[in-house]
């Protein structure tokens, strides 16, 4: 599989969940796809699973199908054109966050660099 297909499948999945938040809030969204949006925020964001974590293969895949099912469910459920609109306002999103992570790692990166120079300084030229 082609890594440029991997990274464009994620992209879309972490898309179609962000563009959920602002589709739950527009006003033509009928309030069975709202109550779906919210319920697939919360369950994505929130640390609460519903099998225990003592065997992770099958708490992993739980997670999938929930998030994947549920957010199916609504992303059938909103109109087309308010979709649209939250896949705009979610590619902006998440190119803005993803904008944010590349430049702090960057100074990061920067940083460590910086902290390893002075370490060998102190160690060559210290006491």
């Excluded at 796809?33 to 293969?57: C, H, R, S």
Aim: proline share 6%.
């Amino acid at each position: 599989m082609n890594i440029e297909r991997i990274r464009t499948w994620a992209f879309r999945a972490a898309r179609n969940l962000i563009a959920l938040w602002p589709a739950g809030f527009h006003r033509e969204t009928p309030r069975s796809a709202k109550a779906i949006a919210l319920v697939v925020v919360l369950y994505a964001a929130l640390p609460i699973d519903l099998t225990p974590e003592l065997l992770p293969l099958p708490s992993y895949l739980d997670d999938l199908v929930m998030l994947a099912g549920l957010s199916w469910a609504a992303i059938h459920l909103v109109p087309a054109n308010v979709w649209d609109a939250s896949c705009v306002r979610g590619d902006h999103w998440l190119r803005h966050a993803i904008a944010w992570i590349q430049v702090r790692n960057e100074d990061v990166i920067l940083c460590v660099i910086l902290a390893a120079l002075a370490l060998w300084f102190r160690f060559w030229f210290g006491e």
